[in-house]
């Protein structure tokens, strides 16, 4: 079975505070995927990864950075966290590269982030 | 447009109904479509994939996609209570990692 992993389950950070979400799968994906998930808003992308060192802008990335130094890690970095980053994170990885149409994306637990 | 379309819902049907979620999608999505299920405060969990035009069946779930009109559907047959949850639809281009997910029908299943 896939598993993906989340640092944490529930975190609360005040403004300003650099804040570092972690995500690990363990089954060699080649991709991974950070979301952000609010009512009626649905699943909006921040940054995937194809490959370790590789990024790329999702939908909104504005106040987001990523790092992906090894395969099986990604990170999400909140460079100074503000009230309206206040949120669910949700992190999935993905098998493969560009080619495989069944490729499909499981996703973590969450972190549902408040930031005061 | 967006790329995925759903109707939030609620959708509510009685126990051992047949549910059905529909989910629209754009020329900007052509290969490959998902159904998600969410719990409350729980993660998306993948319920089935479909590539094809036609139907796919799994125990209680079939899928149904008709490339032609551009929708994609979930059946949900005897639906229990524990099939309460949100459902997330999702394509995908070919050749594209990125996923267009819907905003979710919420489905209430009454005992």
């Known amino acids: 079975d896939v598993k993906v992993t989340q640092s944490s389950r529930y975190l609360v950070k005040r403004t300003g505070e650099k804040v570092f979400l972690e995500c690990v799968q363990d089954?060699?994906?080649?991709?991974m995927f950070w979301y952000r998930q609010d009512p009626g808003l649905g699943l909006r992308l921040i940054y995937f990864s194809y490959d370790v060192k590789m990024k790329e802008k999702g939908d909104i990335p504005e106040g987001y950075s990523v790092s992906r130094e090894k395969k099986e890690r990604f990170s999400l970095i909140l460079e100074s966290a503000s009230t309206n980053q206040t949120s669910m994170y949700l992190c999935?990885?993905?098998?493969?590269?560009?080619?495989?149409?069944?490729?499909?994306?499981?996703f973590g637990p969450g972190t549902r982030l408040t930031v005061l | 447009q967006k790329e995925v379309e759903q109707n939030s819902g609620p959708l509510s049907v009685p126990e051992g109904a047949i549910a059905s979620l529909n989910c629209t999608y754009s020329?900007?999505?052509?290969?490959?479509f998902f159904w998600y299920r969410q719990y409350s405060g729980k993660s998306p969990e993948l319920i089935m994939s479909?590539?094809?035009?036609g139907d796919k069946e799994d125990g209680r779930f079939t899928a149904q996609l008709n490339k032609a009109s551009q929708y994609v559907s979930l059946l949900i047959r005897d639906s229990q209570p524990s099939d309460s949850a949100t459902y997330l639809c999702?394509?995908?281009?070919?050749?594209?990692?990125?996923?267009?997910f819907g905003s979710g029908t919420k489905l209430n299943v009454k005992p």
């Open positions: 020329d900007r999505v052509s290969q490959s």
């Open positions: 089954m060699d994906h080649e991709n």
């Open positions: 479909i590539y094809s035009n």
């Open positions: 999702a394509g995908r281009k070919y050749n594209f990692n990125k996923f267009y």
């Open positions: 999935a990885s993905s098998l493969s590269p560009l080619a495989d149409s069944t490729d499909t994306q499981y």
